[in-house]
């Protein structure tokens, strides 16, 4: 007798593919647990029977699903829910900014079985060429494009994610000595690696679109003699999810190009190419170093990333990759090669794409007007308060349990006022996430009540 399955049958609402609508709505509810490991999918032709679809749409779902390893099929029985392993903590982590893990056991044990098929030994029993070998450059390059990125491979150098690019860039702009302009609010890492080497770092007023030019171009006019650079991110902006508009960034361009200060791009968080979201990089090659990787988008274990130079500043990016690290792992260079060669990068990002969204969704929801309106699809959502409230906010929810990014990890200049939390939500499964915002929400008013009766 043929198993029933326990599934109710649905798509996910969007405007992607039947396909890939219901591969999401079954991802959704493996990962939320209302599948267990062991349950069988329904049958090919009673799914599209009953959500209107064909078969070869069903087929095409499940498929993606099983690349995933989310499910396995049994020829002769059917499609099951594949053991998806789920780390719970006495914590919920909301300061660690990864993506959504949508990777399973089954998904990585196929890779790797994959990669023991077809692996070259010799990549592994030599130094590669410097920078990389070229079918791997090639490859990240092609990556590249398909987030809105048209690079040369031949400028492009192969890093250990994009936090290395981003040193090795600095490297090259500001030396030991130099300034760093960034927006007020700016990535943790660059600020550790700014005062590492001795940089100087320079705030800049920002608003929903991010850097604001006015206060840029009097930063710039302002600056010390000396090597230095402007470090920005201009889609879904980290740590406050600002996101440039064509103009602005074309304003951006201008300033830099106007005061002949290199630019370092930080697009680690496109999670897609978009037209009007054009890389600084294309807009100014000749002062652009642009820093992108396959960890923020697919998985923070896999440290793997690029730095395209501007024109002829690749040998000087070579010199500072023999100096930091020699050369990036053989391995994760063949799980790279694996995943864009058999399409599990592309549907590893889709399926994180999805699963953001969702995240974003229940935050809005929950968090309402405290919570910085989204231009961007992504992981992380701002919290825009003063620097005391922040400060008291993050204590509150640590006492709770709650991880969360402190905010003087996020500024550039310590002592300036206008501050904020961010909340990677990527970490926690649904339910977790669902606790934690809940819980934020309410310790946040009680923060605001109380400064607002001080200030009486």
């Known amino acids: 007798m043929r198993l029933v399955s326990p599934w109710h049958p649905r798509l996910s609402e969007g405007p ?43 087929t095409k779902a499940y498929g993606i699903l099983e690349r995933r390893g989310l499910v396995f099929s049994v020829k002769g029985r059917g499609t099951f829910v594949a053991l998806v392993q789920r780390r719970r903590g006495p914590q919920i982590e909301l300061a660690r900014n990864v993506p959504p893990a949508v990777i399973t056991e089954r998904l990585l044990g196929q890779t790797l079985a994959a990669v023991a098929r077809r692996v070259d030994a010799g990549l592994f029993n030599d130094y590669p060429p410097l920078g990389g070998h070229d079918e791997h450059r090639r490859l990240m390059a092609r990556w590249f494009a398909g987030m809105g990125m048209e690079a040369d491979p031949g400028r492009l150098v192969l890093t250990s994610g994009a936090h290395h690019a981003v040193s090795l860039a600095l490297l090259l702009t500001c030396g030991a000595r130099g300034t760093l302009f960034t927006e007020a609010q700016t990535y943790p890492g660059v600020i550790a690696l700014a005062r590492h080497q001795g ?14 030019p006015e206060a840029l171009e009097r ?34 361009v201008a300033l830099c190009r106007a005061h002949d200060i290199a630019i370092i791009e930080d697009d680690v968080y496109s999670l897609s190419a978009d037209a009007q979201l054009v890389p600084l990089a294309m807009l100014a090659p000749e002062r652009t170093f642009y820093a992108n990787s396959l960890s923020k988008t697919l998985n923070p274990a896999l440290r793997m990333g690029g730095l395209v130079t501007p024109p002829g500043r690749v040998e000087a990016a070579i010199t500072a990759l023999q100096a930091t690290a020699i050369m990036v792992s053989p391995l994760s260079c063949a799980l790279m090669e694996q995943w864009l060669l058999d399409g599990t990068a592309q549907d590893v990002i889709q399926a994180i794409q999805v699963e953001s969204q969702r995240r974003t969704v229940l935050a809005e929801s929950i968090l309402g007007d405290m919570m910085r309106a989204r231009q961007y699809h992504g992981y992380h959502v701002w919290l825009p308060m003063p620097r005391r409230d922040a400060e008291q906010l993050a204590r509150a929810a640590g006492e709770l349990g709650i991880m969360l990014t402190p ?12 501050s904020g939390i961010r909340l990677c939500l990527g970490s926690p499964d649904m339910s977790e996430l669902n606790t934690a915002l809940n819980t934020i929400a309410r310790v946040r008013q009680e923060v605001r009540t109380t400064s607002a009766q001080l200030a009486l």
């Open 16 to 58: 992607a593919p039947p396909s890939e609508r219901l591969a999401a709505a079954l991802a959704e509810d493996i990962l939320d647990g209302k599948l267990a490991s062991g349950d069988r999918l329904p049958a090919h032709r009673d799914l599209a029977d009953k959500l209107g679809i064909g078969v070869g749409t069903v």
């Open 199 to 212: 940089i100087r770092l320079v705030g800049v007023a920002m608003d929903e679109q991010g850097m604001v």
């Open 407 to 418: 905010p003087s990890a996020t500024a550039a200049d310590p002592g300036s006022d206008a």
């Open 219 to 252: 930063a710039l006019s302002a600056r010390a003699e000396g090597p230095a650079a402007l470090y920005v991110t201009p889609t879904m902006q980290n740590p406050t999810t600002a996101t440039m508009s064509r103009t602005r960034r074309e304003e951006t």
